[in-house]
């Protein structure tokens, strides 16, 4: 069971930046994938960024990349997003997910909300132009 809790949100103006936390409960964190999405007003919940237990396996959402990195620190049971050149477009909420590693293959970092099941309740993300 993995408990996860998102903070860093907030307002800031286009090519700005902002670091999202999300901080995970449990003993096993570095048995999990962790990922980030987001969802928009009125869009469905999508993909953004998804990390394994070792920093250099990312995976990232082509509307991010080059913008957006994905890290962990599982010391302190924590993965963060830090989002540079913002735009008004990367808008939503922003939710932190997990799923244990021995649900996927090695090769493989989830990247659709059905292969996580576990969530955090989101952080809000504004991005003014």
């Known amino acids: 069971q993995v408990q996860l809790v998102e903070s860093g949100g907030g307002l800031v103006q286009a090519g700005g930046s902002l670091r999202l936390s999300c901080a995970a409960s449990?003993?096993?964190?570095?048995?999990?994938?962790m990922g980030w999405f987001r969802q928009a007003p009125g869009k469905e919940r999508e993909f953004v960024a998804a990390?394994?237990?070792?920093?250099?396996?990312?995976y990232y959402a082509d509307s991010v990349k080059g913008r957006f990195t994905i890290s962990r620190d599982n010391d302190k049971n924590m993965v963060y997003l830090q989002m540079n050149s913002l735009k008004p477009e990367d808008t939503a909420v922003y939710y932190c997910?997990?799923?244990?590693?021995?649900?996927?293959?090695?090769?493989?970092?989830?990247?659709?909300?059905?292969?996580?099941?576990?969530w955090g309740q989101g952080t809000q993300v504004t991005v003014s132009s």
């Open positions: 997910a997990a799923v244990a590693i021995t649900y996927h293959s090695r090769s493989y970092l989830p990247r659709y909300r059905h292969e996580y099941n576990y």
């Open positions: 990390g394994g237990s070792s920093d250099p396996n990312t």
């Open positions: 449990g003993r096993t964190f570095s048995s999990y994938t």
